[in-house]
């Protein structure tokens, strides 16, 4: 932005006080005075011609160069894997195991129970909903698509997990999450009470979007609640397991422990990926299961590929080193990260902090802000940003088929923009949720 | 193997007259003498406990080095693609621009016909088969899944093409190839007659396994020939497209051109890869077909995945350069892959050469040697080939669910031992092919 405007800002900035963030259910009066200052303020950030993305959870420039050095780690004379494999050539369908060496602390599992793919754990997830799809799953006695299948789907989540078990036919269950975490109860009652229900999605660490984590407690529960289906698995979708940008992010519990200590060891698919710890297009993805899941996903996996590509796990095993040079690099990352999440809850706080106009999550790590706006008012929000030039990700991609009821949940994806750029993205979307209040 | 073993080699082999190779269906009586000889060579090479392994198309580890300068090629000052976008991060569904004008010319086809995948096309062909399985393809009124769904399958042929095909439930329809390429006739009258025929397999040059490459007429007549199903597809994989050793090695007609003129331009899913050409486990994968086709992959594309290794896009750009680049860089291979495929001629036709009891091909290009043993016999000719450690491709496996009626056909791949040990392990199977006729 100019430097005029960004005067202006600074000049229009509000300090609002302290506030763990009101139910944004309140039904709320905004004075005329804010809104107009609001309007005024909404309408110099719209002159200035923004062109902003807060939409995917991208890593930054600056987060991807601290993998460069990645890129050229593997010369000719480093091919050869620890047992003297030639990675160059076909083979090795499961993974090296000095890559699979470094997924397995960072998804809470024995190295040998993990699984290594391409680069997209999305991939790896949706390929396995796939294969349960036409030939069913280990413990279960018909291929899902042969039935009806409901999915547990906690809400807000992630577009991209509803999408793929919304193509696949499942009826998606939406369990609205509570403001800390699961509904487990309503989980339990959904899991036990239908045998068509055959599994759930969670992002357990740093939620996407709401930033919670599952307490011991909680991982427990999901290990050893009783499900109708024989055949009912939770994809565990650990996305942000080292992604912690501030020192009291709390530790996950090992799903997979929990899970065999329940007798349940195969209803945890677990799954994890390096797209944002070294390059978001260039990362590993991992499975982690239980022998009998393994087994099957290989089996599979057989009849789909050649092999994963060798070389990536390579360049990763010399550049990570091993769980302990994971934890070094996302400090790095914690570092770049955490001033754009600072940033956001600053301005949030000081254009909506003391009204009951909004209410927020204040993440540990992970990508995502989860905004809660008044109800009915999400998809105005998003509109009004856009007229302003930021782009939100659409209200009610959180929901499953696109559709919050509520249309109160937006998502904020901090993590691309530069820190200035943060600022005023944020500032225009705080200034929408007040004229969207009108 | 020993120096000692080496001369006894050479003393025992026989010079046989040039031949072009009898049929291995006419009955043969070898004489006492021959196999009696046959036996005393076989047994010098079983005591000399080789370790050799014919089975798989693999690169050598020389042809790999070929490619070496690629792994290091893209440092941090080359991560911008040519739009400008950031190959680290995530985006470009469908492949970069700069990498599919590579695979246009590659594949016979423009480059925006191309879509790239991941490091393996059999992988895109997999999850091509398992989108018309659950979802149909464009053309069709129903997904294939929903009913039996036959395919056509020329033999000898690909295992894991037919390992596909198999696990996805088709019934596969086994097409006796003639010598010098399909029986395109009986390949019309199945297609023709039957709408549960949905399409068919093909290696379209350089054919796995007998190395012929389909004729401009060919290509043609499979373009447009009727089909009951409207939503018949040809799964062209084109993987030895760049793969000439011999400089008679013939051209390949343009499948997607002709299957327009034709009318038929969905016909044609057209599939290759770098896998032999640069890395076999670090390649890109690429699809080719008509923007219908296109629209179809990607719309499953991206659903199942954030996006392709661009990096590794960019890798080939780098190296390759340009189309002219891959032909050069395939030049190399082939002086290094010629002489391989000259030992095995040079050695079966020692051996077997005016004889009736084996006829094999002599490609100009491609992995293979398809060799037709006296039927009933191929079972045999592998465990006398095993039990002087030799390993071959099991008889069979070029076979829909690996049962060679004839029990005749096996695949020999030559391009992954020395020049020492593929003439070794020729003459173990040449005397195993003698021993198991009696």
Redesign the interface.
């Known amino acids: 932005m100019s430097a005029s405007v960004g005067r202006n800002l600074n000049a229009l900035r509000r300090n609002g006080p302290e506030s763990d963030g009101p139910s944004p259910l309140a039904s709320s009066v905004v004075t005329d005075t804010s809104t107009t200052d609001a309007q005024a303020r909404y309408d110099v950030l719209r002159a200035a011609e923004l062109s902003l993305d807060m939409t995917?959870g991208?890593?930054s420039?600056a987060q991807?160069?601290l993998?460069?050095p990645m890129?050229?780690i593997?010369?000719?004379d480093d091919?050869r894997t620890a047992s003297g494999l030639?990675?160059?050539?076909?083979?090795?369908l499961d993974g090296l195991p000095e890559a699979k060496a470094i997924f397995g602390p960072w998804l809470g599992v024995d190295p040998e129970d993990v699984v290594l793919g391409?680069?997209?754990s999305?991939?790896l997830m949706?390929?396995t909903l796939?294969f349960a799809?036409?030939?069913g799953v280990p413990g279960g006695t018909a291929p899902w698509?042969e039935a009806p299948t409901r999915w547990l789907c906690p809400v807000p989540g992630y577009d991209?997990h509803f999408?793929?078990t919304e193509?696949?036919g499942f009826d998606m269950v939406s369990i609205p999450n509570l403001d800390d975490g699961l509904d487990l109860d309503a989980i339990a009652r959904a899991a036990a009470d239908d045998e068509s229900v055959k599994g759930m999605w969670v992002v357990p660490k740093h939620n996407n979007p709401q930033g919670w984590t599952l307490s011991d407690d909680a991982v427990t529960f999901l290990a050893s609640m009783k499900t109708a289906a024989n055949d009912f698995r939770i994809i565990w979708d650990d996305a942000y397991a080292v992604h912690d940008f501030r020192s009291d992010a709390p530790q996950l519990a090992s799903f997979l422990d929990a899970c065999r200590s329940a007798g349940n060891e195969d209803r945890a698919w677990i799954y994890g990926s390096s797209?944002k710890v070294t390059?978001?297009?260039?990362g590993l993805a991992a499975f982690a299961g239980s022998p009998t899941n393994r087994e099957w996903l290989l089996e599979?996996r057989?009849?789909?590929?050649?092999?994963?590509?060798?070389?990536?796990q390579l360049r990763h095993v010399a550049f990570l080193g091993d769980f302990d040079g994971v934890k070094r690099h996302m400090a790095k990352h914690a570092e770049i990260v955490r001033p754009k999440f600072d940033a956001v809850e600053r301005v949030l706080q000081a254009n909506l902090g003391g009204t009951d106009l909004a209410s927020w999550t204040r993440p540990t790590g992970g990508y995502f802000v989860s905004l809660d706006v008044l109800r009915g008012s999400a998809v105005r929000v998003v509109e009004l940003a856009a007229a302003a030039g930021v782009k939100l990700t659409p209200a009610g991609a959180t929901s499953p088929y696109g559709r919050d009821p509520s249309d109160r949940n937006l998502r904020i994806a901090p993590t691309f923009p530069s820190l200035e750029a943060i600022e005023q993205a944020t500032e225009v979307l705080a200034l929408s949720v007040i004229l969207a209040s009108r």
Do not use: C
Request: aromatic share 8%; no cysteine; charged share 20%.
């Open positions: 995917r991208n890593p420039p991807l160069t993998s460069d890129l050229t593997i010369g000719p091919v030639d990675a160059r050539n076909y083979g090795n391409e680069n997209s999305l991939a949706h390929d796939m799809t036409l030939f698509g991209r999408r793929v193509r696949l797209s390059f978001a297009g260039g599979h057989f009849a789909q590929t050649i092999g994963p590509d060798k070389l990536n």
